[in-house]
């Protein structure tokens, strides 16, 4: 039988026609009213029943959590906040949910942690914080495409098993082929993992960078949006070991062109969530709002989640170049700096999260693209300017999150691409297509990476990655 989808029930008028519904019980009260929740919306459709015409078999079997068909007339609710709720005809339990069983899980109606929800993965999406952020990721990952459809550019796939190491930062998941059933055990009865598929070392890829420069060359503006792993190991908030990114390239385009884009494109996505997730968007808001409520006074937060989106699509990303960044932060109040844990004294160092935050946060107050960076500090693929010691690099900075988005002007000369690959000890053999790109052709291009789990974050106001992803891979945490 066809049923239909609780957003759009809640949507239409009270009539004597007939509908059908299938959700999962979210509450059952009074023997009467049945709150139940298909994942289409935050919001629960209450389901009204006359259990004096009800079977006491199936009565029993409407436990929170459960499986269930409701068919009956939409009528007008009485109760308060919704406008329509069903009159039940008929009910069904399609797949049952034992209440001593629930009582045990995260289904359970009672407020349970985040960690306490990160347990039960499988069953965290039941819950009303993790349906609104998940539906908001799956929105955000539409309007990812959407723009860069709309904006001309091809979707390309680069590879997930690649030999290359693209960001030189050796912080790689190694990739070994196994075939139990056929594989030679050793002498010691072990599964002996030493033939060499590929006949050379592979790992699962860092970023799709490099692949994406090559189809830019051909396609002229690129995108991939996938999944890529590093193996290191910081266990923080903003750090995952497998997460997705999207990666624009851009043949015939300069660093400035770079930052154009990605403002443009980050202030689109935050907009289409605006416009087209208003309901998870306000649960998400009443959420953060009770947590600030247990923090004190002083640092509770004055913006709501939707201020904070809204300032972003209003206002400009202040540009700043790594030169004038370091001296802000060396003239920054002494009590200022007793508060950093690293003190930039020299130009040239790296730029911690705590550094970028205060230029975010404290100084700038709006999000900061941060451009020519050290030479010494990005990797071998990034433009070098005339200064000889500077690099087009340019980092997106967010309030709230830290980096964004990394990206470059691309180093296009072939002979100064492989001096810097000498010197920085990167094997021209292995990299060879990627050279052969300067030879045939070469042009001024550019691209960036966003990462697509921290841009969720932002816009779900999500204090950590972890909650934002449907299986979070840490170290130590890859469960299942
Ligand atoms: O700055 P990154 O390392 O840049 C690159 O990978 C370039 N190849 C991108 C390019 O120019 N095409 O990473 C880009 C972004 C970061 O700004 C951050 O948002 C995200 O990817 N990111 C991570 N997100 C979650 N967990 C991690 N471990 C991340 N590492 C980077
Ligand atoms: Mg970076």
Known sequence: MKHTAISQILKMEPSL?????????????????????????????????????????????????????????????????????????????????????????????????LEKLREQAHLRVRTNTFGAVMRLRSKLAFAVHQYFQNNGFYYMNAPIITGSDAEGAGEMFKVTAMDLKNTKKTEDGKVDFSEDFFEKETNLTVSGQLEAETYAMGLGKVYTFGPTFRAENSNTSRHLAEFWMIEPEIAFCDLHGNMDL??????????????????????????????????????????T????????????????????????????????????????????????????????????????????????????????????????AMDVLFPGIG?????????????VLKEKMKAMDISEEELYWYLDLRKFGTCVHSGFGLGFERLVQFVTGMGNIRDVIPYPRTPGNAAF
């Open 403 to 415: 980096e964004i988005v990394g990206g470059s002007q691309r180093e296009e000369r072939y002979d």
């Open 17 to 113: 026609h007939e509908v059908t519904v299938k959700g999962w019980v979210r509450s059952f009260r009074s023997n009467r009213f049945i709150a139940v929740n298909d994942g289409s919306t935050i919001h629960n459709l209450q389901c009204v029943i006359d259990f004096s015409t009800f079977d006491e078999e199936v009565l029993k079997q409407i436990t929170t959590g459960a499986a269930i068909e409701v068919t009956g007339q939409l009528v007008e609710s009485q109760g308060q906040g919704q406008s329509v709720e069903i009159q039940a005809s008929s009910v069904r339990v399609l797949g049952t949910a034992d209440p001593e069983e629930v009582k045990l899980t995260i289904l359970s109606p009672k407020r349970h942690t």
């Open 262 to 303: 990605a403002e443009d494109f980050i202030k689109y996505v935050v907009k289409y969530a605006l416009d087209n997730c208003q309901d998870d968007l306000e649960f998400l808001e009443n959420r953060l709002l009770d947590e600030e409520k247990s923090k004190p006074q002083a640092e509770r937060s004055e913006m």
């Open 305 to 392: 989640l939707r201020d904070k989106l809204s300032f972003i699509v209003d206002n400009n990303f202040k540009r700043v170049s790594y030169t004038e960044a370091i001296d802000i932060l060396k003239r920054s109040k002494p009590n200022q700096k007793k508060k950093f844990k690293y003190i930039i004294e020299e130009w040239g160092a790296d730029l911690q999260s705590e550094h970028e935050r205060y230029l975010v946060e404290k100084h700038f107050k709006c999000p900061v693209i941060l451009f020519d960076y050290p030479a010494t500090i990005k990797a071998f693929y990034m433009r070098l300017n005339d200064d000889g010691k500077t690099v087009r």
